[in-house]
DNA sequence: ATTTTTATTTAGAATAATTCTTGATCTCAA
DNA sequence: TTGAGATCAAGAATTATTCTAAATAAAAAT
């Protein structure tokens, strides 16, 4: 008889997140995400991963961030075809991408706010997930006079 | 032919548009989204434009795809990392994936709303370009019974 | 503790959407 | 009409991602 129970796992390498297993390749990319928070594509974590974990591989980096993703602890960001990009903050927030340095930033939802209000949503829908990406030009950036388009 | 229309029509080529040449091809493929607004793939696009014109290639679709969207003339669609869609409507709306049937609704912006109130972006921000994709279940495929998954 | 089962990792091949390249063709303007 | 520049077509190339299969590790059962 294969295991059944569906959630309530026991000991060691659970996390409590469902069926989800902290493996040492797990927790390497997990922290990855948490010590810099920049929205890094799946290379760049595969990059950083091997600085604490030589032999870990793209492969595995990639089925990491997925199987993280679909346990909830970490988000996919998307910004129009580019590589995908991941970030651990699981508060409900929308990105803003700058077009100036290419950073993305993670843009907090007001307290009261109601996203679907503004919507002329069909009698019925059933809304899973919605996300908001915004382009433009960060604050840093803007303020740089044009000429001086130089880095940052 | 069906539809009259806005932009694109006048006399020779030229649409008013920046330095945008209405071509045979283009408008082919403006017609394509205009005919059917499903907001069809690249390779749909395609498909249906051959039916118009033969001769047309993908690449050609692909470029004049981009370049009515540089031109702002049609709207490119991204949810997730699946492939691109594109739709002609213009106006300001955020798209509604059905999981279910898989089908992209545009869903229209209430007449006073106001996007960027909700979020709490640092001063001196300047938004180019908001991009509002939700996911879930169209009241079509939500209230048929689980049991008749069937189509549509 | 040893065996059995199941999940995970790895490396590389495969995929799919998109972009690029090159030469041909078309359009506009002189 | 000619020349310049834009656009098109066909196929090769690219790239992020997914898949495959074998090896390893972890958990469960004996």
């Known amino acids: ?24 390749q797990r927790k390497v990319v997990y922290d990855v995400l948490m010590d810099e928070r920049d929205h890094p594509t799946a290379s760049e974590v595969f990059l950083r ?25 970490i988000k996919q960001v998307n910004v129009d075809r580019e590589a995908s990009r991941y970030c651990p903050n699981l508060r409900p927030h929308a990105h803003f991408f700058c077009s100036e340095c290419e950073q993305i930033y993670d843009i907090d939802l007001r307290r009261h706010a109601d996203l679907e209000a503004a919507w ?25 006079t044009d000429l001086s388009k130089s880095e940052n």
């Open 120 to 144: 002329e949503l069909p009698e019925g829908s059933r809304i899973d997930h919605v996300d908001v990406a915004m382009k433009g030009v960060c604050p840093k950036c803007g303020s740089a």
């Open 1 to 24: 008889m294969p295991h059944s129970s569906s959630i309530a796992e026991s000991a060691s390498t659970h996390s409590g997140f469902g069926d989800f297993r902290m493996t040492k």
């Open 49 to 73: 991963a091997k600085g604490k974990m030589p032999g870990i591989s793209l492969a595995t980096v990639y089925n990491c961030l997925e199987t993280m993703t679909q346990a909830g602890l």
